[in-house]
């Protein structure tokens, strides 16, 4: 076997022994229907790792998401393979706040001061929607997280 | 929806990533999937190059696709996208490595989950049909971190251009040939040891 043949037949060992699994393949096929372009990307800008807020379970984090209109502050924990989100918009404002995931969207509301929270939500990637009732009424997103 | 398989059968070379790009940007599933079929066999070895579990590449892998569906109307050039999901395959591991060690810097991170897979099972060897296959399998396992992970993204499926093994590795394309020359005669060795005993 020359260099080549030992490469393509690695190429095959690799495909067979390891193939994607195919539960995350299909998730991938159907991530396009998350494809969102009328909302405004919130971008993280930061990830700072907090002390630990719970004697169990992960630390949290507080992250930080901005677009030119709002920011969206999430502390983020995690303990028995469940997420706690506590929010705040600023500004403060009321709002209709969903939280997506793979396995389902989560509908809250934002009080006056622009606070929200959410208990109970599955491990995994997340993001933050934003229907804010002020006059300019556009929607934001947070970019997709992992807690 | 359609399962994606119809997108699977489209000759891989008639795929082209601008219009893939600029239709699945405006809700395209077919195209959309097609860009998936593509860069499936990228995504996953670069998270698996992290010998990360396959629970844990598999979040890496979700996260990459959901970030591409995130930012598909801003990829400036389209025919780097292999390179885009490269590098954010890259970041979402080692995002992963950093939030469950997270006292490690990642350099530390790197060393310590060098190497990937190895010790074949049963099930693994079941999918391998010769032994001449299960030998490489073997041979792979032994081979150091770097080696494995380089491997991995060199003989993905489906194949990749250079500059997108460039941009998944993160090496200068110069030093590729080299390195991955080095490492199949590591891997010839040490498949011969094995085929012998």
């Known amino acids: 076997m020359n260099d080549e043949e030992l490469g393509e037949v690695l190429r095959a060992v690799l495909a067979a022994a390891d193939p994607v699994p195919q539960a995350a393949l299909q998730a991938a096929y159907e991530s396009i229907g998350w494809r969102d372009p009328d909302s405004q990307l919130a971008l993280l800008d930061s990830d700072p790792m907090l002390q630990p807020a719970h004697l169990r379970g992960r630390p949290s984090r507080l992250l930080t998401f901005r677009t030119g209109s709002i920011v969206i502050d999430l502390e983020v924990s995690e303990a028995d393979g469940q997420v706690r989100l506590l929010g705040q918009l600023d500004p403060p404002q009321a709002a209709d706040v969903v939280v997506q995931s793979a396995s389902g969207s989560r509908d809250l509301q934002a009080d006056n001061q622009g606070r929200f929270a959410a208990e109970g939500l599955p491990d995994g990637w997340m993001r933050v929607l934003v229907a804010s009732g002020n006059a300019e009424g556009a929607r934001v997103t947070t970019e997709w997280f992992r807690p | ?169 993160d090496m200068p394309m110069g030093s590729i040939g080299p390195t991955r020359l080095r490492c199949l005669a590591t891997l010839r060795a040490l498949f011969t040891q094995t085929a012998a005993n």
């Open chain 2, 1 to 169: 929806m359609t399962t994606g398989l119809e997108a699977t059968i489209c000759d891989v070379a008639d795929f082209d990533p601008v219009a893939a790009v600029a239709a699945a940007a405006s809700g395209d599933q077919r195209a959309w999937e097609a860009i998936v079929s593509a860069y499936s066999g990228l995504v996953w070895a670069v998270a698996r190059g992290y010998r990360l579990p396959a629970a844990d590449a598999a979040d890496v892998f979700q996260g990459t696709w959901l970030r591409l569906v995130e930012h598909l109307g801003d990829i400036r050039d389209a025919t780097k996208l292999g390179g885009w999901l490269a590098t954010a395959a890259r970041r979402e591991a080692l995002a992963l490595l950093r939030r469950t060690s997270r006292s490690l810097p990642v350099d530390d991170l790197e060393a310590m989950f060098g190497a990937v897979g190895g010790t074949s099972t049963a099930v693994e060897d079941e999918l391998l049909r010769t032994e001449e296959h299960q030998a490489v399998w073997q041979a792979f396992g032994q081979m150091s971190g770097n080696c494995q992970r380089l491997l991995r993204v060199v003989f993905a499926d489906p194949p990749l251009r250079y500059e997108e093994i460039s941009a998944a590795l």
